[in-house]
């Protein structure tokens, strides 16, 4: 299993849940029980809706071409004074 070392700061009451974790026997360690949390949210369906999301808006990041030509306006209003409008 490839692993990284991560340092996280956790509030006091997240901390009492990563202990809580460890109290209850699910996990031996902090580190197990983190992974242990981590892994019951990659397991929820709006955990791959959120991944899916985030893979659309980094397709529409990466095709400047065609964001730059929805960008553009469809006639140029630069220099152009605005008309008065007129009570009928």
Known sequence: MN?????VR???A????????????IANNRAEAIRWALTRIRERPVYEQLREHTRNIERLKSAPARRQLALQPTTSLIGRTPKKMTNR
């Open 3 to 7: 692993s990284t070392h991560v340092m």
């Open 10 to 12: 956790l509030k006091t």
């Open 14 to 25: 997240e901390l009492d849940i990563v202990d809580t974790l460890i109290a209850a026997g």
